[in-house]
C-alpha cells in the first residue's frame, strides 16, 4: 500500500497526479483504504458530545474527504478518458462502494444533527453557504426516513450505481460495435482522400465509428443519399439488440424503475421533481412549461426549412438522413462551408490563439508549455496558467482526440479541485473526441468543433478562476441548471472580430481567413438553430417523460414509450431524431444528467442575458465586451464564487435583474 500513488500526494508541481505511475490495480485498494479513514473520522465526529461548531464539524469533515477526492479525481479520469477492460472492471466495481460510502454519511442522523445544531448567525457567509447546503442535501438523501426504508435506500442506490455504470460502458461499445463499414470506394463520394485513406482496413473495407449523438458529421459530407441512410441507420439502431453485449433496453427500463421507486421513497411524486428541486429550476413542471414553450417554434422552423432543403434536393426528396447534409449545402451558399472553412481552424490555433488569447483579454491571465509535465497520453498537452503579475494559479491539461476506450463526446473535469484551504490550485482537464490526425499532420476543425473547444474552456474557466475557501463550494459543483452558464456563455468569443482574426489563419500559408467568410460566419451565428433546437428538445424532453413517470407506470418497450413520449410533447419529427435515442442516452442512463439534460436549455436562457449584458453594458469603445473590465466583473461576480453563494444571486449580482425567458428565443434566432 505504500506504493500506491494514489495514497501518496503527489511531488509533482500543483501536485498533478503522476499518470504514468497510476495502474489500474492502484485504484480500488486506495479507495477503499481511504473511504476508511474517512468513515473514522465520521465515527469520531459523529460521537462527538461537544456543541457543535464550524471548527468540529465543518472543518473536520471538508478536511477528511480530502484524500479521498484526490485519488478519485485521477481514478475517475483514467476511467473516462482511457477506459479498457481493466479500468472498466474496476469502476464496475468500485462505483456501487462509492454510493454505499455516499450513503453512510447522508443517511447518519449523528452527523445531521451536528449540522443543525450549529448555531448559523456565528459562521461567515461562505460557512452559512457550506451548512445550508449541506442540511439541503441530507434531507433529500433520505434523512427523515426510517431504518427499514433507508435500506431499501442503500440497495436501490447499489443497483442504480452498477446499472449506470454497465449502461455507460455498453454505450460505448456499441460505438464500436455499430461503426459503419463501406465495401466500395465508390460509397464514399464526398470524403476526402485523406479521411477514405484514414478509414481503410487491413480487408479493404472501410470503416468509420460513430460518435456519440445521433446524427453523424460523416452525413454531411456523404454525396449519397443510400450512404448517408446507412450512417444514421446504424446509429439509430444501437443498445436495440443488433449485438447483445452492447443491448441496453432492458438497462433503461431497469434504471428507470429504480430512480422512480427511490423518488417515491423519499417523498417526491417522480424522479424528475428530486432533481428539480435540487437545481435552480425547483420544479419539473417549469422545465417541461419553460421546453415545451419552445417546442412549437422549433418544429416550425423545421418546416420552414424542409422547403429550403428540398430546393436543393432538386426533387428527390430530403430524409432525416439527409437534412444536415443539404443544411451544409445551404450553409456553404451563404458562403458557410465547412470545408472551405476547415484550413484555417487548426486545432492548435483554436487553443493557444483563440481560448488562450480570449482569456488573456478578459482577466489578464497568460498560458505557458510545460513539456515536463506530462499526460496519461502522449498526444496530451499541458499549460501553467499565469495571472497577470506572473503567478501561477494552475495547470491547464488538454486531451482533444479520440481513442478506443474513450468514452464520446466532450468534457471537463477536474484532476485537482482548487481551494484556499486545502491549499490547492486547480488541475483543469479538457477532453473532446477529434479525429487524431495521421503523421504528424495538422488537425484541422469544422466551426462546430471549434465552439465546442469553446465550450469546454469555459467549463475549464469555471475551475481555474475559482477563489473558494471551501473544495466542496469550489468552481463547477454548483447546481447541474447553472454549470453550463460558463461554459456557454464562453462561445460567444468564438465570433468576436478580434478572436476570430487571431486564430482562424490558414494552417499552411497563414493568411488570415477571407474577410467575406468572416462577414457571413458571424451573420450566420444562429444559422441550423431549427434542426439543432429541435435535435435537443426531443432529447430533453424524452429525458424528462423516462423520470416524470411512477414505479407503477414502467413501460415494457423502449422504442414503443421513446416514440409516444415524443409525440406527447409534440416534438417529434420525422426529419430530426433525437440527438441522443434512450438507448444511448448516456447522459441520462449513464448518470450525471438524469432528468437534467434539460439545463443546458435553461442555462441558455442565461447565457443569453449575460452575452447582452457584455455587448452592452460591459463593452467600450465598440469591443463587444472583450476587456479587462467586463472580464473582471464576470470573473469576481460568478466564475470565482463557485457555489459560495446562491448561484442566481451571481447572476443578479451581474446582470442588475433577474433573467429574462425570451433571451433564449433571441440567443437562437427563433423569437
Same mark, same amino acid.
Given at each position: 500500500?505504500?506504493?500506491?500513488?494514489?495514497?501518496?500526494?503527489?511531488?509533482?508541481p500543483?501536485?498533478?497526479?503522476?499518470?504514468?505511475?497510476?495502474?489500474?490495480?492502484?485504484?480500488?485498494?486506495?479507495?477503499?483504504?481511504?473511504?476508511?479513514?474517512e468513515?473514522q473520522?465520521?465515527?469520531?465526529?459523529?460521537?462527538?458530545?461537544?456543541?457543535?461548531?464550524?471548527?468540529?464539524?465543518?472543518?473536520?469533515?471538508e478536511?477528511?474527504?480530502?484524500?479521498l477526492?484526490?485519488?478519485?479525481?485521477?481514478?475517475?479520469?483514467?476511467?473516462?478518458?482511457?477506459?479498457?477492460?481493466?479500468?472498466?472492471?474496476?469502476?464496475?466495481?468500485?462505483?456501487?462502494?462509492?454510493?454505499?460510502?455516499?450513503?453512510?454519511?447522508?443517511?447518519?442522523?449523528?452527523?445531521?444533527?451536528?449540522f443543525?445544531?450549529?448555531?448559523?448567525?456565528?459562521?461567515?457567509?461562505?460557512?452559512w453557504?457550506?451548512?445550508e447546503?449541506?442540511?439541503k442535501?441530507?434531507?433529500r438523501?433520505g434523512?427523515?426516513?426510517?431504518? &427499514?426504508d433507508?435500506?431499501?435506500?442503500? /440497495?436501490?442506490? *447499489?443497483? !442504480? @450505481? +452498477?446499472?449506470?455504470? =454497465?449502461?455507460?460502458?455498453?454505450?460505448?461499445?456499441?460505438?464500436?460495435?455499430? &461503426?459503419?463499414?463501406?465495401?466500395?470506394? /465508390?460509397?464514399? *463520394?464526398? !470524403? @476526402? +482522400?485523406?479521411?477514405? =485513406?484514414?478509414?481503410?482496413?487491413?480487408?479493404?473495407?472501410?470503416?468509420?465509428?460513430?460518435e456519440?449523438?445521433t446524427?453523424?458529421?460523416l452525413?454531411?459530407? !456523404?454525396?449519397?443519399?443510400?450512404?448517408?441512410?446507412?450512417?444514421?441507420?446504424?446509429?439509430?439502431s444501437?443498445?436495440?439488440?443488433?449485438?447483445a453485449?452492447?443491448?441496453?433496453?432492458e438497462?433503461? !427500463?431497469?434504471?428507470?424503475?429504480?430512480?422512480?421507486?427511490?423518488?417515491?421513497?423519499?417523498?417526491?411524486?417522480?424522479?424528475?421533481q428530486?432533481?428539480?428541486?435540487?437545481?435552480?429550476?425547483?420544479?419539473?413542471?417549469?422545465?417541461?412549461?419553460?421546453?415545451?414553450?419552445?417546442?412549437?417554434?422549433?418544429?416550425?422552423?423545421?418546416?420552414?426549412d424542409?422547403?429550403k432543403?428540398?430546393g436543393?434536393?432538386a426533387?428527390s426528396?430530403?430524409?432525416?438522413?439527409?437534412?444536415?447534409?443539404?443544411?451544409?449545402?445551404?450553409?456553404?451558399?451563404?458562403?458557410?462551408?465547412?470545408?472551405?472553412?476547415?484550413p484555417?481552424?487548426?486545432?492548435?490555433?483554436?487553443?493557444?490563439?483563440?481560448?488562450?488569447?480570449?482569456?488573456?483579454?478578459?482577466?489578464?491571465?497568460?498560458?505557458?508549455?510545460?513539456?515536463?509535465?506530462?499526460?496519461?497520453?502522449?498526444?496530451?498537452?499541458?499549460?501553467?496558467?499565469?495571472?497577470?503579475?506572473?503567478?501561477?494559479?494552475?495547470?491547464?491539461?488538454?486531451?482533444?482526440?479520440?481513442?478506443?476506450g474513450k468514452?464520446?463526446?466532450?468534457?471537463?473535469?477536474?484532476?485537482?479541485?482548487?481551494?484556499?484551504?486545502?491549499?490547492?490550485?486547480?488541475?483543469i482537464?479538457?477532453?473532446?473526441?477529434?479525429?487524431?490526425?495521421?503523421d504528424?499532420?495538422?488537425?484541422?476543425?469544422?466551426?462546430?468543433?471549434?465552439?465546442?473547444?469553446f465550450?469546454?474552456?469555459g467549463?475549464?474557466?469555471?475551475?481555474?478562476?475559482?477563489?473558494?475557501?471551501?473544495?466542496?463550494?469550489?468552481?463547477t459543483?454548483?447546481?447541474?441548471?447553472?454549470?453550463?452558464?460558463?461554459?456557454?456563455?464562453?462561445?460567444m468569443?468564438?465570433?468576436?472580430?478580434?478572436?476570430?482574426?487571431?486564430?482562424?489563419?490558414?494552417?499552411?500559408?497563414?493568411?488570415?481567413?477571407?474577410s467575406?467568410?468572416?462577414?457571413k460566419?458571424?451573420?450566420a451565428?444562429?444559422?441550423?438553430q431549427?434542426?439543432?433546437?429541435?435535435?435537443?428538445?426531443?432529447?430533453?424532453?424524452?429525458?424528462?417523460?423516462?423520470?416524470?413517470?411512477?414505479?407503477?407506470?414502467?413501460?415494457?418497450?423502449?422504442?414503443?414509450?421513446?416514440?409516444?413520449?415524443?409525440?406527447?410533447?409534440?416534438?417529434?419529427?420525422?426529419?430530426?431524431?433525437?440527438?441522443?435515442?434512450?438507448a444511448?442516452?448516456?447522459?441520462?442512463?449513464?448518470?450525471?444528467?438524469?432528468?437534467?439534460?434539460?439545463?443546458?436549455?435553461?442555462?441558455?436562457?442565461?447565457?443569453?442575458?449575460?452575452?447582452?449584458?457584455?455587448?452592452?453594458?460591459?463593452?467600450?469603445?465598440?469591443?463587444?465586451?472583450?476587456?479587462?473590465?467586463a472580464?473582471?466583473?464576470?470573473?469576481?461576480?460568478?466564475?470565482?464564487?463557485?457555489?459560495?453563494?446562491?448561484?442566481?444571486?451571481?447572476?443578479?449580482?451581474?446582470?442588475?435583474?433577474?433573467?429574462?425567458?425570451?433571451?433564449?428565443?433571441?440567443?437562437?434566432g427563433l423569437?
Amino acid at each position: 500500500m505504500t506504493s500506491n500513488p494514489l495514497l501518496t500526494p503527489s511531488t509533482l508541481p500543483y501536485s498533478v497526479p503522476d499518470w504514468a505511475a497510476i495502474k489500474p490495480e492502484h485504484i480500488l485498494p486506495a479507495v477503499k483504504e481511504l473511504m476508511a479513514r474517512e468513515r473514522q473520522i465520521w465515527e469520531e465526529v459523529g460521537s462527538n458530545t461537544e456543541p457543535a461548531t464550524a471548527e468540529n464539524t465543518v472543518h473536520i469533515l471538508e478536511d477528511a474527504g480530502r484524500d479521498l477526492a484526490a485519488a478519485l479525481m485521477p481514478a475517475f479520469t483514467l476511467m473516462s478518458s482511457v477506459g479498457g477492460t481493466e479500468i472498466d472492471a474496476v469502476q464496475a466495481e468500485i462505483y456501487p462502494l462509492l454510493a454505499e460510502h455516499r450513503n453512510a454519511y447522508r443517511l447518519d442522523r449523528r452527523i445531521y444533527n451536528r449540522f443543525t445544531a450549529i448555531d448559523l448567525d456565528a459562521l461567515d457567509p461562505e460557512t452559512w453557504r457550506y451548512v445550508e447546503e449541506e442540511l439541503k442535501e441530507f434531507k433529500r438523501s433520505g434523512i427523515e426516513l426510517g431504518d &427499514a426504508d433507508k435500506a431499501r435506500l442503500r /440497495e436501490l442506490d *447499489a443497483k !442504480l @450505481s +452498477a446499472l449506470e455504470v =454497465e449502461f455507460s460502458q455498453r454505450v460505448v461499445k456499441a460505438m464500436d460495435d455499430h &461503426a459503419v463499414v463501406f465495401e466500395n470506394v /465508390e460509397d464514399l *463520394a464526398g !470524403l @476526402s +482522400a485523406e479521411r477514405i =485513406e484514414a478509414a481503410k482496413q487491413e480487408d479493404g473495407t472501410y470503416r468509420f465509428p460513430l460518435e456519440n449523438f445521433t446524427n453523424q458529421t460523416l452525413q454531411m459530407d !456523404l454525396d449519397l443519399p443510400q450512404s448517408r441512410k446507412k450512417v444514421l441507420d446504424a446509429s439509430l439502431s444501437r443498445g436495440l439488440g443488433e449485438h447483445a453485449t452492447s443491448d441496453t433496453r432492458e438497462i433503461v !427500463l431497469e434504471i428507470a424503475r429504480l430512480r422512480a421507486e427511490r423518488a417515491e421513497l423519499l417523498g417526491y411524486p417522480f424522479h424528475a421533481q428530486a432533481v428539480a428541486e435540487a437545481g435552480m429550476a425547483k420544479d419539473s413542471q417549469a422545465i417541461v412549461d419553460l421546453l415545451g414553450s419552445v417546442a412549437p417554434r422549433a418544429v416550425a422552423a423545421v418546416e420552414q426549412d424542409r422547403v429550403k432543403l428540398e430546393g436543393l434536393a432538386a426533387g428527390s426528396g430530403v430524409k432525416a438522413a439527409d437534412y444536415t447534409y443539404y443544411q451544409e449545402k445551404l450553409r456553404a451558399q451563404l458562403g458557410l462551408d465547412d470545408n472551405a472553412l476547415r484550413p484555417y481552424l487548426k486545432l492548435e490555433n483554436v487553443v493557444e490563439k483563440g481560448i488562450f488569447f480570449a482569456a488573456e483579454k478578459l482577466f489578464g491571465i497568460s498560458f505557458k508549455p510545460r513539456e515536463d509535465i506530462a499526460g496519461y497520453v502522449p498526444t496530451m498537452k499541458t499549460w501553467e496558467v499565469l495571472d497577470e503579475n506572473g503567478e501561477g494559479i494552475g495547470l491547464f491539461q488538454g486531451d482533444y482526440y479520440r481513442r478506443p476506450g474513450k468514452r464520446g463526446g466532450a468534457w471537463m473535469n477536474d484532476a485537482v479541485t482548487g481551494s484556499l484551504r486545502d491549499g490547492t490550485k486547480p488541475v483543469i482537464l479538457n477532453n473532446c473526441n477529434f479525429a487524431e490526425p495521421a503523421d504528424g499532420g495538422a488537425s484541422l476543425l469544422t466551426w462546430d468543433h471549434v465552439i465546442t473547444v469553446f465550450h469546454e474552456f469555459g467549463h475549464a474557466l469555471h475551475g481555474l478562476l475559482t477563489t473558494t475557501y471551501y473544495r466542496s463550494l469550489a468552481g463547477t459543483s454548483v447546481p447541474r441548471d447553472f454549470v453550463e452558464l460558463p461554459s456557454q456563455l464562453f462561445e460567444m468569443w468564438a465570433y468576436h472580430p478580434e478572436v476570430l482574426a487571431n486564430f482562424a489563419v490558414h494552417h499552411e500559408t497563414g493568411e488570415p481567413l477571407p474577410s467575406e467568410l468572416v462577414q457571413k460566419l458571424t451573420e450566420a451565428s444562429s444559422f441550423g438553430q431549427a434542426f439543432a433546437t429541435t435535435e435537443f428538445l426531443a432529447a430533453a424532453l424524452l429525458d424528462q417523460a423516462w423520470h416524470r413517470l411512477d414505479s407503477d407506470e414502467i413501460p415494457d418497450d423502449v422504442e414503443e414509450f421513446e416514440a409516444k413520449a415524443l409525440e406527447k410533447f409534440q416534438i417529434g419529427h420525422e426529419l430530426v431524431p433525437p440527438r441522443y435515442r434512450s438507448a444511448y442516452f448516456a447522459h441520462t442512463f449513464g448518470g450525471g444528467y438524469d432528468a437534467g439534460y434539460y439545463s443546458y436549455m435553461w442555462a441558455e436562457m442565461l447565457v443569453g442575458d449575460l452575452e447582452d449584458w457584455f455587448r452592452t453594458e460591459g463593452a467600450k469603445d465598440g469591443d463587444g465586451g472583450l476587456n479587462r473590465e467586463a472580464g473582471e466583473v464576470y470573473r469576481r461576480e460568478l466564475l470565482a464564487r463557485g457555489n459560495a453563494r446562491d448561484p442566481m444571486e451571481s447572476f443578479v449580482a451581474m446582470r442588475g435583474r433577474q433573467p429574462r425567458a425570451e433571451a433564449l428565443l433571441e440567443r437562437r434566432g427563433l423569437a
